[in-house]
Structures are given as structure tokens and as C-alpha cells.
């Protein structure tokens, strides 16, 4: 459970500086400015941006559902549930980003 709300304080670190970066790039690309490095960054953050917004939401979603508050070594059966939604979700991005490639 520590190293599950470690993984949580970490990604939402990761998560805050991409989101950060990625709208520093479109509000660039948008007005001009850099464009086409805006678009570059943009296409290469688009996939760890996604994988660590799984990260955080899915170890968030988990600790809000873990509210026993025991120490068990057990897993719960929630994290099977999150880990498989977050998974089939992840593959899904992956094959839209490669299937589908922007135009621009």
C-alpha cells in the first residue's frame, strides 16, 4: 500500500508537468509561435502524457475504493478490475495514435 501511494505522489507529479507542457505547446502552436516545434512536442508527449494520466487517475480511483484502511497482504480485488480498464484503455490510445496518424 506504501509503494501504491508513492507510484500516486510520483505520477501526479508527471502528470501535472506534462499537462503543463502540453498546453504551453498548444497555446503555442495556436497563436504561431514555434509551431512547428509545438507540433513535434506535442506528438511525442501525446503517449506518455496518456500513460501517466492512467497512472495517476487508476492509483487515485484505487485508493479512494481501498477505504478499510487494514494493512492486509492482500490484494484487493479492485486493483485487478482498474488494472485491466487501464490497460484495454492505454491499448486502445496506442492504436488510435498509430492507426489513425494526424493529418498535419
Not at 504551453?24 to 497563436?31: D, G, Q, T
Not at 475504493?65 to 484487493?76: H, I, M, P, R
Amino acid at each position: 500500500m506504501n509503494s501504491l501511494k508513492n507510484l500516486h505522489e510520483v505520477s501526479a507529479i508527471y502528470f501535472f508537468v506534462l499537462a503543463f507542457a502540453y498546453v504551453v505547446c498548444a497555446l503555442l502552436f495556436r497563436n504561431g509561435i514555434y509551431a512547428d516545434w509545438s507540433l513535434i512536442l506535442m506528438r511525442v508527449m501525446d503517449m506518455p502524457f496518456a500513460l501517466v494520466a492512467l497512472l495517476y487517475g487508476s492509483t487515485t480511483l484505487y485508493l479512494q475504493l481501498e477505504t478499510g484502511g487494514k494493512e492486509d497482504e492482500e490484494a484487493s480485488p479492485w486493483i485487478m478490475v482498474i488494472f485491466a480498464a487501464c490497460l484495454l484503455f492505454f491499448g486502445l490510445v496506442v492504436f488510435v495514435n498509430f492507426a489513425f496518424p494526424s493529418k498535419l
